[in-house]
C-alpha cells in the first residue's frame, strides 16, 4: 500500500526532521479529515479530543515541510491568516524543498529512496 511505503507513520507528532511534498499532502488530508469528524461529534465524547489530535497532526506536519524548506518556524503563524494561510500551504505542497542536507537532517527524498 503506498501509504506505508512513502509515509513514516513514526513522524506523526515529530516536530524535528524534514518531510516530502506527499508526506505533507497525505498528513494535511488526514488531519482534514479527522477535523471534520471531530467537529461533526464537538458535542459527543471524542469530539475535542480528535479535533485537536488533528490540529496537532497537521501543525507538525507543517513544521517539517517548513524545516524542508529552511525556513523560519514564524511562518507557521501566517497559516492561520485567513487567505494567506491557503496560499502558504499551496506553497508547501507544489515547490521541491532544498535538495541538499540542511540544519533539519538529510533530504527526505534521498533518504526514502536508500
Given at each position: ?7 513514516e ?46 490540529l ?26 485567513p487567505?494567506?494561510?491557503i ?8 515547490i ?19
Amino acid at each position: 500500500m503506498w501509504l506505508f511505503e512513502t509515509v513514516e507513520l513514526r513522524n506523526l507528532f515529530r516536530l524535528s526532521g524534514r518531510s516530502t511534498r506527499r508526506e505533507f499532502l497525505t498528513f494535511l488530508v488526514i488531519g482534514l479529515a479527522m477535523a471534520v469528524f471531530g467537529i461533526a461529534d464537538l458535542d459527543g465524547p471524542f469530539g475535542l479530543p480528535i479535533t485537536l489530535m488533528a490540529l496537532t497532526l497537521v501543525v507538525a506536519a507543517a513544521v517539517r515541510r517548513i524545516n524542508d524548506h529552511g525556513g523560519t518556524k514564524w511562518v507557521l503563524l501566517a497559516i492561520f491568516v485567513p487567505y494567506l494561510g491557503i496560499g502558504i500551504v499551496t506553497y508547501f505542497l507544489f515547490i521541491p524543498g532544498d535538495p541538499f542536507a540542511n540544519n533539519s537532517g538529510a533530504n527526505p527524498r534521498e533518504r526514502n529512496q536508500s
